[in-house]
Every structure is written in structure tokens, then in C-alpha cells.
């Protein structure tokens, strides 16, 4: 079993800063690609940025320059620095990783933390 817990959202003004923090649990044998998406009220979920085991990254066109993904693989874990946020930003950031574990492969999410940037 695997577990990824988001912490970090929060209610942030435009112009403001957040840092959400993913840590993944449970059987790892490793973590390949992790990653960041978002669901805005009536939108669908979208990537926002993603980072592999090797440190390669790309960000959605919108956050370019404004976001930064990093990861730290000791500790199974995936960080999402946001700058210069915009209520456009608003959403619930999930995170996301491409799990292996000792018996499978998985697509584990977490159950979401809300960002809220008013402005």
C-alpha cells in the first residue's frame, strides 16, 4: 500500500508565496516520475509541473517562471514552490507519483490540498 500526503495549501494573496510538500509512504521500491496537478471549480485537473528520478522537469505554460518542482529522493518526497501567486491559481493541487513497489507498478495520487490566492 501507498500513501501521498500533501500539506502546505492555504489562503495566500495575489502576489503571495506558498510551498506544498508531498510525501509519499508504504511499500516503495522507487519513485519515478512525480508530480503536481490542479482542479479549479469547474475545470478539469491539469498538470501543473512534474519532475523525474533523474531531476528533468516542464511546467505548464502558466506557472513557467512563477513555480518551481523539486524532489528530494531520500526521503520520497516532492516540493512545489509557488511565487507570485494569482487568484488564477486557485485550485485543489494534487500530487502525483509513478510508484513501483514490490509487486506492481502504481499511479498514486493524494487526496488534495486547496490553494486559495484572492486577490
Known amino acids: 500500500q501507498v500513501q501521498l500526503v500533501e500539506s502546505g495549501g492555504g489562503l495566500v494573496q495575489a502576489g503571495g508565496s506558498l510551498r506544498l510538500v508531498c510525501a509519499a509512504s508504504?511499500?516503495?521500491?522507487?519513485?519515478?516520475?512525480m508530480g503536481w496537478y490542479r482542479q479549479a471549480p469547474g475545470k478539469q485537473r491539469e498538470l501543473v509541473a512534474r519532475?523525474?528520478?533523474?531531476?528533468?522537469?516542464n511546467y505548464a505554460d502558466s506557472v513557467k517562471g512563477r513555480f518551481t518542482i523539486s524532489r528530494a529522493n531520500a526521503k520520497n518526497t516532492v516540493y512545489l514552490q509557488m511565487n507570485s501567486l494569482k487568484p488564477e491559481d486557485t485550485a485543489v493541487y494534487y500530487c502525483?507519483?509513478?510508484?513501483?513497489?514490490?509487486?506492481?507498478?502504481?499511479?498514486?495520487w493524494g487526496q488534495g490540498t486547496l490553494v486559495t490566492v484572492s486577490s
Open positions: 508504504g511499500s516503495i521500491v522507487s519513485i519515478n516520475t
Open positions: 502525483n507519483a509513478a510508484v513501483l513497489t514490490n509487486t506492481h507498478a502504481l499511479d498514486a
Open positions: 519532475i523525474t528520478g533523474g531531476g528533468s522537469t
